[in-house]
């Protein structure tokens, strides 16, 4: 069910950010009094699964959900539709159209989904508000995760910059790391001021997903699961659990490091309640757990956005994410992080949507796909938005109008590459789900 979840969420958010994306070059296509021959959401080669035509353009569903396309009269694009480009130019064509015409219809895509992607954020903030983890309210610091530990932190090390820069929410941790030159981190452990080198060589492993840091807290008990052998043993919702058999567990993250060791086994767990130490016997199976969730301890903070507010706001969080999405391509072409290892296709864009269904983190999602979207396609690579718009640029600046034929060479030149990224990516995705089937 958890898989269905996240296949009909990709789907959804991929049809909405490809119907902004191509209304914003049929919009300005209409602004310019130009022919739309059809309108598609996903690709429909041999068949397509709905079509009707209004007026002049057919509006229609693909079958094959790799993007969508407006096919524009008189454009060499994706269809490498040579015969009407032999014919003499009308004046509704898009090769009929000045050089500025030309580059906002191409730009128009890139434009709309920035603006859904202002606009989602804004209506995230406004509604939900934007909750989030200071790094400052974490009062026993933090865990440190094999990353971190080989860098040099301990648990209960509380950071309080990289550099000279502090970052004020912790989820922003382990990016702000991977999309910036840190050279050392700043640290107070037990009382003092300690600085750390900043070990470069476990940004790959970041990048693969290790973890490095979480926080650290208390493991005072929240509430139980059902047939729980805490609960069974005679344990209460607030008791502190505090040790396993003779080892001292004073904080969760040593709960969990402790408990595997006592698979199948019958030991005595010590619980603080109200100050009072008590000692319950409980019976684990091949799957050792007490059965109980622990109470979040942390104080966290919630912005919270009128609707007029929320607008700058908006633009702001877009600008930071493009800004941040952006470095990433700064990693992507380093050998050294091996950021490349990491590139996925479809299976890695759905697996970042969660097993359930939130609206929240949907739309978090999709803004954040919608900017991606935007990003990528502006990218200078011909069969992109990017291609056409270096071309016209060039023409702007030479007042030299490439050729049709050099436009189709172009075109298929960029048809390659984006297949060969597409096969790269996906196939990175098989492997991956290869190798991990491979490890059970």
């Not at 959804?12 to 059809?38: C, D, M, N, Q, Y």
């Not at 009707?52 to 569903?61: D, L, N, R, S, V």
């Not at 840091?213 to 919702?237: H, L, Q, T, W, Y």
């Not at 619980?271 to 008590?278: A, C, M, Q, S, T």
């Amino acid at each position: 069910m958890e898989i269905v979840i996240k296949i009909a969420q990709l789907l959804l958010s991929l049809s909405i950010l490809v119907i902004v994306h191509e209304f914003g070059h049929f919009f300005f296509a209409k602004l310019f009094k130009t022919r739309v021959e059809k309108f598609y959401l996903f690709f429909d080669p041999w068949f397509s699964l709905f079509k009707i035509k209004k007026g002049e353009t057919e509006y229609g569903i693909g079958w094959l959900p790799l993007g969508g396309y407006v096919k524009i009269a008189g454009m060499i694009d994706e269809s490498m539709d040579k015969e009407q480009m032999k014919l003499p130019a009308k004046p509704d064509e898009f090769r009929s159209k000045s050089a500025w015409q030309r580059l906002l219809i191409m730009i128009g895509g890139v434009l709309f989904n920035l603006i859904l992607a202002v606009l989602i954020y804004a209506a995230v903030l406004n509604i939900w508000g934007e909750e989030y983890l200071p790094v400052n309210n974490l009062e026993y610091g933090i865990v440190a995760e094999s990353t971190a530990i080989d860098m040099g932190l301990k648990d209960g090390d509380k950071i309080i910059s990289f550099d000279n820069t502090k970052v004020e929410k912790f989820s922003d941790i382990t990016a702000y790391i991977l999309l910036n030159d840190v050279n050392q981190i700043n640290i107070e452990r037990d009382g003092k001021l300690i600085s750390i080198p900043f070990d470069k060589n476990i940004i790959p492993r970041l990048i693969k997903g290790e973890k490095f840091v979480s926080p650290r807290m208390p493991f005072i008990i929240d509430k139980f699961v059902e047939n729980s052998a805490g609960k069974i043993a005679g344990m209460k919702p607030s008791d502190r659990v505090i040790g396993i058999d003779t080892i001292p567990t004073p904080f969760f993250s040593d709960f969990i490091k402790t408990i595997p060791n006592y698979k199948n086994k019958t030991t005595n767990i010590t619980v603080d309640r109200n100050g009072e130490k008590l000692t319950f016997e409980v019976k684990f199976n091949d799957i050792p757990k007490i059965g109980a969730y622990p109470k979040k301890v942390f104080t966290f903070e919630t912005k919270k956005y009128g609707f007029f507010a929320a607008f700058p706001a908006g633009i702001k969080k877009s600008i930071s994410v493009g800004k941040n999405y952006l470095k990433q391509f700064k990693l992507l072409f380093n050998p050294e992080t091996k950021a490349y290892e990491s590139v996925g296709g479809f299976i890695a864009i759905g697996n970042i949507f969660p097993g359930t269904w939130d609206w929240q983190s949907f739309w978090n999602l999709t803004g954040f796909l919608s900017i991606m979207l935007g990003i990528l396609n502006i990218l200078p690579i011909p069969a992109l938005d990017g291609g056409h718009v270096m071309f016209v640029l060039y023409e702007i600046i030479t007042r030299r109008k490439p050729s049709d034929k050099f436009m189709e060479y172009a075109q298929i030149v960029g048809i390659v590459l984006l297949l060969s990224l597409l096969i790269f990516a996906n196939g990175n995705d098989i492997y991956k789900q290869i190798m991990k089937f491979t490890n059970k």
